[in-house]
T-cell receptor, first 112, second 114 residues
Framework: DQQVKQNSPSLSVQEGRISILNCDYT??????FLWYKKYPAEGPTFLIS?????DKNEDGRFTVFLNKSAKHLSLHIVPSQPGDSAVYFC???????????FGIGTKLQVIP | EAQVTQNPRYLITVTGKKLTVTCSQN?????MSWYRQDPGLGLRQIYY???????DKGDVPEGYKVSRKEKRNFPLILESPSPNQTSLYFC?????????????FGPGTRLTVL
């Protein structure tokens, strides 16, 4: 049972345009949502997070939107840059010292 | 430098030969965790630990053991490895506070079980 779903395995975007990565979840107990970026041969690195009390969080070119009623979140990257080419993982947790559930990832390619 | 280290980075072994993958963090984090990454399955949590001597199962704990005797170390033990445990393994740590705290990941250990 996949509680965190990233339905697009890959995405290609032109440099300078917007990249939108989507994530759906099924567990109503999730209160915290995080995005990680992963380059080949490296461990994932934290990108941005959002708690369930918010519907938007921004950090520079990265914005995460949360729609609790739809159990959906998205990561927007504007403008996209070639260095953003990586696998992006969505993750969710009930909070505190609890289990973290990751999606299967979306491979983003930003074309120069 | 704040980091999570894993050893070894690469390991090829044979079925049934016990092995340990070490993980250490220098950030005084309470929360540590092990994940495996497989094609088409993403990152799946194996075990996690909230503090010394406190551990709990993640989504795929079968065939693995962990221990947390010191705050900085969280080794992953495969008592009798099998080919289906061939995977890329990541250790991670975080403060664990508020649930939304970011995890810091190690560089990964690529394990092949023949």
């Amino acid at each position: 049972d996949q509680q965190v779903k990233q339905n697009s395995p890959s995405l290609s975007v032109q440099e300078g345009r917007i990249s939108i990565l989507n994530c759906d979840y099924t567990n109503s107990m999730f209160d915290y949502f995080l995005w990680y970026k992963k380059y080949p041969a490296e461990g994932p690195t934290f990108l941005i997070s959002i708690s369930s009390i918010k519907d938007k969080n921004e950090d520079g070119r990265f914005t995460v939107f949360l729609n609790k009623s739809a159990k959906h979140l998205s990561l927007h990257i504007v403008p996209s840059q070639p260095g953003d080419s990586a696998v992006y993982f969505c993750a969710a947790s009930p909070g505190g010292y609890q289990k973290v559930t990751f999606g299967i990832g979306t491979k983003l390619q930003v074309i120069p | 430098e704040a980091q999570v280290t894993q050893n070894p980075r690469y390991l090829i072994t044979v079925t049934g030969k016990k092995l340990t993958v070490t993980c250490s963090q220098n950030m005084n984090h309470e929360y540590m965790s092990w994940y495996r990454q497989d094609p088409g399955l993403g990152l799946r949590q194996i075990y996690y630990s909230m503090n010394v001597e406190v551990t709990d199962k993640g989504d795929v704990p079968e065939g693995y053991k962990v221990s947390r005797k010191e705050k900085r170390n969280f080794p992953l033990i495969l008592e009798s490895p099998s080919p289906n445990q061939t995977s890329l393994y990541f250790c991670a740590s975080s403060t664990g506070l508020a649930g939304g705290s970011e995890q810091f990941f190690g560089p990964g250990t690529r394990l092949t079980v023949l």
